[in-house]
């Protein structure tokens, strides 16, 4: 019984830390990585999803997110470069997560843990593949325009992740406002009502 309930309050606590989603979202970057890595076969090998706007196109990134800084030539410098920033990402994002677990509410949670997952699924490209490459594959294309750079499902997880923290940050300030304001209010109308009821005892 005591084996039992260790494992359910650890499964509880899985999901309650949101822990999944940054699991779900790696082993998703991995496995969908090595299924273009398969299929597509040779860098540059295109295969249209949605006919004018997603297609799958196998690309090795020397960069960062979207190809920054791929055009630094010295490679040791570069791969040193981007793993250091991976990593530090990811300490940094697994610290404050830690710090302020009990603090943070599930809508936060679950934003560190797409940045997390992002930042983890491109280092471990960087530091397990050969020449520190990442494997990118998604290409959008709106019509005849080139919408952005091929990218991977870390990469999203990365861009999501801060948009929808921007949204939650900037939601949780509008109702922080109103909480202050109603306050103010309330403290303004008590204070009145305190005046005018000593008002009337002068009476």
């Not at 005591?2 to 989603?21: G, P, T, Y």
């Not at 082993?27 to 949605?50: F, P, R, W």
């Not at 952005?148 to 999203?156: G, V, Y």
Request: aromatic share 12%; hydrophobic share 45%.
């Amino acid at each position: 019984m005591k084996k039992s309930s260790k494992f359910i309050s650890a499964l509880k606590w899985f999901f309650d830390s949101m822990l999944w989603v940054f699991v779900l979202i790696v082993v998703l970057d991995v496995v969908t990585k090595q299924i273009a890595q398969n299929q597509l076969i040779y860098e540059g090998h295109s295969v249209k999803a949605i006919p004018g706007f997603l297609s799958f196109t196998l690309t090795y990134n020397n960069g960062a997110g979207f190809g920054i800084f791929g055009n630094i030539d010295n490679e040791i410098l570069r791969r040193t470069l981007l793993i250091g920033i991976s990593t530090i990402m990811c300490i940094l994002f697994a610290l404050y997560y830690g710090i302020k677990f009990k603090k943070l509410s599930i809508a936060y949670k679950i934003g560190i843990m797409l940045l997390l997952a992002g930042a983890f699924g491109n280092w471990i490209d960087r530091t397990c593949y050969p020449g520190g490459l990442v494997i990118d594959f998604i290409d959008v294309d709106i019509g005849n325009y080139k919408t952005f750079p091929i990218f991977n499902l870390a990469d999203s997880s990365l861009t999501i992740g801060i948009i929808y923290l921007i949204i939650v940050i900037i939601v949780d300030e509008i109702k922080n406002g109103k909480k202050e304001e109603s306050t103010l209010n309330n403290e303004e109308q008590s204070l009145n009502d305190s005046i005018k009821d000593k008002k009337d005892e002068n009476k």
